[in-house]
């Protein structure tokens, strides 16, 4: 999003001699949220906005001007990166691949050499290395709580080979064994169903609204709006309802892994 609305609510707290924090409580707001919207990263609520004209005494400026939300750009994973490092709990849906934050290294590899035009090389390795760094969230035992829901097609769809195949079905289990993920798996006999046009993330965080991040081919959006959001968890969760339960999903990822690692 463009930034002229965080810089211009910096201006106006500076020229009224206020920290963010002094503004956060005359707005009843959290000093955090109040900097993600300063630095571009956060869209506040109507009511947000209301609040901060009153305690900035603005009048009506920032209610009115609003940015608009949920404008899709490609570039937009970068906010989402930032908010992903914040979160607390990460719910996730995914149709074509497996989830970044789960990717093996030779997995994640193999994804990214699907892009077109094709990457050259350096950045292909600049990338790898992101995703990669991206995985660490979860070295924390306990923080950010993550599930998964999955689609059963794609654990069929080999990419790379059914070694790369075998390696990364083998990496979800050992997370799901040792507590740190859930994954939930959506059988291909399921037919259509909510979630399934692309990828997506809710998230939520201590002191903060939560979010959703949806993504499609060349496509990329941070949703902010309460009742986008909204939405997009309930969509989620009437998905999750169709899905295999813990133990079955488990049970299906073990056996797909098996199966690869004898083929490869």
Avoid: C
């Avoid at 990457?119 to 993550?146: G, H, N, Q």
């Avoid at 903060?208 to 496509?219: F, K, L, M, T």
């Avoid at 073990?254 to 690869?260: E, G, L, N, P, S």
């Amino acid at each position: 999003m463009s930034n002229i609305y965080g810089d211009w609510l910096r201006e106006r707290r500076e020229a009224a001699g206020l920290t963010q924090q002094q503004l956060a409580d005359r707005a009843v707001m959290t000093r955090s949220h109040i900097a993600h919207i300063e630095a571009g990263r956060r869209v506040p609520s109507k009511g947000d906005a209301q609040r901060l004209d009153k305690a900035l005494g603005t009048g009506n400026v920032l209610s009115s001007f609003l940015p608009q939300e949920d404008v899709a750009v490609a570039d937009y994973f970068e906010a989402a990166l930032e908010l992903e490092k914040q979160a607390v709990v990460i719910r996730e849906s995914a149709v074509m691949f497996v989830p970044g934050l789960l990717q093996t290294k030779r997995y994640a590899r193999s994804v990214l050499g699907t892009t077109f035009p094709p990457l050259r090389d350096e950045e292909r390795d600049r990338r790898l290395v992101t995703r990669l760094e991206r995985a660490k969230l979860l070295d924390d035992p306990v923080t950010p709580t993550f599930w998964a829901l999955l689609d059963e097609g794609l654990l069929h769809r080999v990419v790379g080979d059914k070694g790369v195949m075998a390696e990364q079905l083998v990496h979800l289990v050992d997370l799901m064994e040792s507590g740190r993920i859930r994954v939930h798996v959506m059988p291909r006999g399921t037919g259509a169903y909510p979630v399934m046009q692309g990828m997506l993330s809710l998230m939520w965080f201590e002191d903060q609204p939560p979010v959703a991040y949806s993504e499609g081919i060349r496509v990329a959006q941070v949703h902010d709006s309460p009742a986008v959001v909204e939405q997009l968890q309930g969509a989620y969760y009437l998905a999750l309802s169709d899905a295999l339960p813990l133990r079955e999903s488990l049970a299906l990822l073990k056996a797909t892994a098996k199966d690869y690692d004898h083929d490869a």
